[in-house]
């Protein structure tokens, strides 16, 4: 049970791909890049690569199609805090279960609280170093690892082989630019703030346009936070005298729910 759902709550921000209209070229047309939504990309990126420490709270919502036409929504929502090279928190609430993510540069925990038991490993290295190592070595993803990368660019951007502006738009009473960008295989759009000295990433949104019933992807961002306050132990579990350490899982021992959502 442990293996199964540890992997399957760990599955956030495997990928940022929506769909968008706008975006389509007709047949035979060349792919074009405003650059207008490039240069509110590339701010919005360089703004959160250059910051030492984010804190910030995350809803998603993925759909699933079953049988083939059912399309079935599940709901993930948590908090992330990293400060770059020295550790890195972050909590997911995944239906009934609840995982907690430490990392404090040499050590890299997972913590089931319903369940009152963990896995640990030891790692040196940098966050994104832990990303793809988990990623490689057990199939796991960090949740919203992406947009506290120190490159966050090569998701949300590098990739994109047309993109557009679609205007401003108000969300929760703040006014973002509304941008949509596109690749061989996919299409994304993304709302930033328009505040040019917090140009801060508010929401992705995503749409499978391969798979029937084009399940989407739905990804908000809130209370983003640059300075926040928090103890020097928040990068560092310490299971109880009751918490059961369990044995990591390795990827072919499960069947992950979701996985590419």
Same mark, same amino acid.
């Given at each position: 049970? !442990?293996?199964?759902?540890?992997?399957?709550?760990?599955?956030?921000? %495997?990928?940022?791909?929506?769909?968008?209209?706008? *975006?389509?070229?007709?047949?035979?047309? +060349?792919?074009?890049?405003?650059?207008?939504? %490039?240069?509110?990309?590339?701010?919005?990126?360089?703004?959160?690569?250059?910051?030492?420490?984010?804190?910030?709270?995350?809803? *998603?919502?993925?759909? *699933?199609?079953?049988?083939?036409?059912?399309?079935?929504?599940?709901?993930?929502?948590?908090?992330?805090?990293?400060?770059?090279? %020295?550790?890195?928190?972050?909590?997911?609430?995944?239906?009934?279960?609840?995982?907690?993510?430490?990392?404090?540069?040499?050590?890299?925990?997972?913590?089931?609280?319903?369940?009152?038991?963990?896995?640990?490993?030891?790692?040196?290295?940098?966050?994104? &170093?832990?990303?793809?190592?988990?990623?490689?070595?057990?199939?796991?993803?960090?949740?919203? !690892?992406?947009?506290?990368?120190?490159? +966050?660019?090569?998701?949300?951007?590098?990739?994109?082989?047309?993109?557009?502006?679609?205007?401003?738009?108000?969300?929760?009473?703040?006014? &973002?630019?509304?941008?949509?960008?596109?690749?061989?295989?996919?299409? !994304?759009?993304?709302?930033?703030?328009?505040?040019?000295?917090?140009?801060?990433?508010?929401?992705?949104?995503?749409?499978?346009?391969?798979?029937?019933? !084009?399940?989407?992807?739905?990804?908000?961002?809130?209370?983003?936070?640059?300075?926040?306050?928090? +103890?020097?132990?928040?990068?560092?579990? %310490?299971?109880?005298?009751?918490?059961?350490?369990?044995?990591?899982?390795?990827?072919?021992?499960?069947?992950?729910?979701?996985?590419?959502?």
């Amino acid at each position: 049970m !442990w293996k199964s759902q540890l992997l399957k709550i760990s599955t956030v921000l %495997v990928t940022f791909a929506g769909a968008s209209p706008a *975006v389509a070229q007709a047949d035979g047309d +060349p792919p074009t890049m405003d650059l207008r939504a %490039v240069e509110i990309v590339t701010s919005a990126t360089e703004y959160l690569a250059t910051q030492e420490i984010l804190s910030v709270d995350w809803f *998603v919502s993925f759909d *699933v199609v079953a049988d083939g036409r059912e399309k079935i929504t599940y709901m993930r929502s948590g908090s992330n805090l990293l400060q770059r090279g %020295v550790g890195f928190y972050g909590n997911s609430e995944f239906g009934e279960d609840t995982r907690e993510y430490f990392f404090d540069g040499t050590q890299f925990q997972i913590y089931d609280v319903e369940e009152n038991a963990y896995v640990s490993t030891e790692f040196v290295g940098d966050f994104d &170093a832990l990303a793809d190592r988990a990623s490689e070595a057990y199939d796991l993803r960090l949740p919203i !690892w992406q947009v506290m990368s120190a490159s +966050p660019n090569a998701e949300l951007l590098d990739r994109a082989t047309s993109a557009a502006y679609l205007g401003t738009t108000r969300i929760a009473g703040r006014q &973002a630019h509304h941008l949509a960008f596109s690749d061989y295989d996919a299409d !994304w759009q993304i709302w930033i703030s328009t505040e040019a000295a917090k140009p801060e990433l508010m929401m992705i949104v995503g749409t499978d346009p391969y798979t029937q019933g !084009w399940p989407q992807y739905r990804a908000y961002f809130t209370n983003w936070d640059f300075d926040p306050d928090f +103890p020097d132990s928040v990068f560092t579990y %310490v299971p109880d005298d009751e918490a059961e350490q369990m044995a990591w899982p390795q990827p072919a021992d499960v069947n992950i729910l979701g996985a590419g959502n």
